[in-house]
């Protein structure tokens, strides 16, 4: 036979909507031994569309993935100014428990930036089976971590200068940061004026899931470093050579990957294979 002939991993991708939140799956067409869910969810003035290079590759290690978007945000329902500007991080944690309980099953759950510090008090409340904040908004126990107030009376959005100098390391081309910078959403003051200024607390001993704290060496936001955060939870950590925050979106993208993936296989139980019989004893 010839190795042309060989199929690549097949693919699956399935567009859903979870109590008015656009949910996009990417998974295996087949079943793997890899029975969680896999998670994710976008940080401030982004999307789901933030995780489109990590869904295929997880999905493609055997993950069925979850990306979605918090409410008035690529895909999920609308929110009227005066409501958005006083929505508060305990209004993105319930838009993140209705998916969790949709999905069924205890996921991993991973967040990125404001994401994180949503999914970090998420998982007080919900049965997960792993935790991993990316480049994450910590929680009080570090302090305040925005050094600049955020007006309450106007969603946020930086300019496009200063949003590629905050969120990429490396030199992105302007054709690709101008796709990315019109993608992005004006967040809402009030989530970012209350993570950012150290009023989010976390109970570390109602977190029984293994955590991994992943940041980005030259990260040129607040957020504190990955071991900073880890010491929170007592979890692991990884430090990625020259990645800004949105490392997943950079070149070094399915490096980070590959290490998040070989920890969540070492931390998350798999269930036995049995062992092949060897070809002269099948019957």
Not at 1 to 24: N, Q, R
Not at 259 to 264: F, G, T
């Given at each position: 036979?010839?190795?042309?002939?060989?199929?690549?991993?097949a693919l699956?991708?399935?567009?859903?909507?979870?109590?008015?939140?656009?949910?996009?799956?990417?998974?295996?067409?087949?079943?793997?031994?890899?029975?969680?869910?896999?998670?994710?969810?976008?940080?401030?003035?982004?999307?789901?569309?933030?995780?489109?290079?990590?869904?295929?590759?997880?999905?493609?290690?055997?993950?069925?993935?979850?990306?979605?978007s918090l409410?008035?945000?690529?895909?999920?329902?609308?929110?009227?100014?005066?409501?958005?500007?006083?929505?508060?991080?305990?209004?993105?944690?319930?838009?993140?428990?209705?998916?969790?309980?949709?999905?069924?099953?205890?996921?991993?759950?991973?967040?990125?930036?404001?994401?994180?510090?949503?999914?970090?008090?998420?998982?007080?409340?919900?049965?997960?089976?792993?935790?991993?904040?990316?480049?994450?908004?910590?929680?009080?126990?570090?302090?305040?971590?925005?050094?600049?107030?955020?007006?309450?009376?106007?969603?946020?959005?930086?300019?496009?200068?200063?949003?590629?100098?905050?969120w990429f390391?490396?030199?992105?081309?302007?054709?690709?940061?101008?796709?990315?910078?019109?993608?992005?959403?004006?967040?809402?003051?009030?989530?970012?004026?209350?993570?950012?200024?150290?009023?989010?607390?976390?109970?570390?001993?109602?977190?029984?899931?293994?955590?991994?704290?992943?940041?980005?060496?030259?990260?040129?936001?607040?957020?504190?470093?990955?071991?900073?955060?880890?010491?929170?939870?007592?979890?692991?950590?990884?430090?990625?050579?020259?990645?800004?925050?949105?490392?997943?979106?950079?070149?070094?993208?399915?490096?980070?990957?590959?290490?998040?993936?070989?920890?969540?296989?070492?931390?998350?139980?798999?269930?036995?294979?049995?062992?092949?019989?060897?070809?002269?004893?099948?019957?």
């Amino acid at each position: 036979m010839s190795i042309l002939s060989l199929e690549p991993v097949a693919l699956d991708e399935a567009d859903h909507v979870v109590e008015g939140l656009y949910v996009k799956e990417c998974s295996p067409a087949r079943p793997t031994q890899i029975a969680a869910p896999l998670l994710m969810l976008h940080g401030a003035c982004h999307g789901w569309w933030v995780w489109r290079k990590w869904q295929p590759f997880f999905a493609a290690a055997g993950w069925r993935t979850f990306a979605m978007s918090l409410r008035n945000h690529p895909g999920s329902y609308p929110v009227p100014e005066a409501d958005y500007l006083r929505l508060t991080v305990a209004d993105y944690v319930q838009d993140l428990l209705a998916v969790c309980r949709w999905l069924g099953r205890p996921p991993v759950l991973m967040g990125h930036s404001m994401g994180g510090i949503v999914v970090q008090k998420a998982a007080e409340a919900a049965e997960i089976a792993a935790l991993v904040p990316v480049a994450a908004i910590g929680p009080a126990q570090l302090g305040r971590q925005n050094p600049a107030d955020i007006d309450p009376a106007r969603p946020v959005l930086y300019p496009p200068e200063a949003a590629r100098k905050r969120w990429f390391h490396e030199a992105i081309p302007d054709a690709l940061f101008t796709g990315f910078y019109a993608a992005l959403v004006p967040e809402s003051s009030g989530v970012l004026g209350e993570a950012g200024m150290g009023r989010i607390a976390v109970d570390p001993e109602r977190i029984g899931a293994p955590v991994l704290c992943v940041g980005g060496e030259h990260d040129a936001t607040y957020v504190p470093k990955a071991d900073r955060l880890a010491a929170v939870y007592g979890g692991d950590w990884i430090t990625v050579p020259d990645a800004g925050h949105n490392m997943m979106l950079e070149s070094m993208a399915i490096d980070v990957a590959q290490r998040i993936n070989q920890w969540l296989l070492g931390k998350l139980p798999l269930p036995r294979v049995p062992a092949p019989q060897p070809a002269h004893l099948e019957m």
